[in-house]
């Protein structure tokens, strides 16, 4: 074999070790019976769907091994577990930068983290406030289970399958607070008023010059009666 096919066959092999080592855990490869059990309720309705408002509403998120696996040991290398939120498919559809990849290091459907807690087979419960960064869009939650090295050994989700239940739309922030608002009105109010006094001091006004524009008028017309009647006396007496 010639140098140069042998450095060929070295620049390939470097390659693929290289991809190896860049690619994260295949999704297939995570049991397809869920592992972990989830449930996600928005704290003030008590449901698991419906509508949830950035800044305001809360998620109650509870987890726990799937009761299926007690007593198996499936979870002996369980350290960690990380809770996500993720777009459903609804919210995917025409959005690249939210496309779904079996590949978890180039995955986006959950691209927000909400929290990472100690893994216990019991399970645990944690309320998160969804934050003003969460865009406008229908989402579910999902929990990994992960080793020592944050790599995922398992999964649990709120929705099914198809990811078509127990789903949750987020309302995203207007853009407008209440505060903007209420100086707005006052705005509002304190330039109608503002009118409104302009516009009554110039009818004053204006009343008050038509006032002695007449008040002049009825002087220089007596004052030219007066001087008739004199003119009249005159004419008499001579």
């Not at 096919?5 to 855990?25: C, F």
């Not at 007593?71 to 930068?97: E, F, H, M």
Request: aromatic content about 8%.
């Amino acid at each position: 074999m010639s140098a140069m096919k042998i450095a060929l066959v070295l620049s390939v092999a470097l390659l693929a070790l290289v991809s190896v080592a860049e690619a994260g855990v295949s999704f297939k490869s995570l049991n397809s019976s869920k592992t972990l059990t989830v449930q996600a309720k928005i704290q003030a309705t008590n449901l698991t769907s419906g509508q949830a408002h950035v800044g305001t509403d809360h998620l109650v998120i509870s987890w726990a091994l799937n009761s299926s696996f007690d007593g198996t040991g499936k979870d002996a290398s369980y350290v960690n577990v990380k809770i996500k939120l993720c777009y459903a498919p609804v919210s995917q559809t025409d959005r690249g930068w939210r496309k779904t990849k079996d590949d978890l290091e180039k995955d986006k459907t959950c691209s927000k983290g909400i929290t990472q807690q100690k893994y216990v087979p019991t399970g645990n419960t944690t309320i998160w406030r969804i934050t003003k960064d969460v865009p406008g869009a229908v989402y579910f939650v999902r929990v990994y289970a992960v080793d020592a090295l944050g790599t995922q050994l398992a999964f649990g989700q709120t929705t099914d399958k198809t990811k078509t239940t127990n789903l949750i739309q987020i309302v995203p922030i207007s853009g407008r607070h209440v505060s903007i608002d209420i100086a707005a009105a006052v705005f509002s109010v304190f330039s109608v008023g503002s009118l409104m006094g302009f516009l009554s001091l110039e009818a004053i006004k204006q009343r008050k010059a038509n006032s002695k524009a007449i008040f002049s008028f009825f002087r220089a017309a007596f004052t030219d009666i007066i001087r008739g009647q004199s003119m009249l006396r005159e004419i008499k007496i001579i």
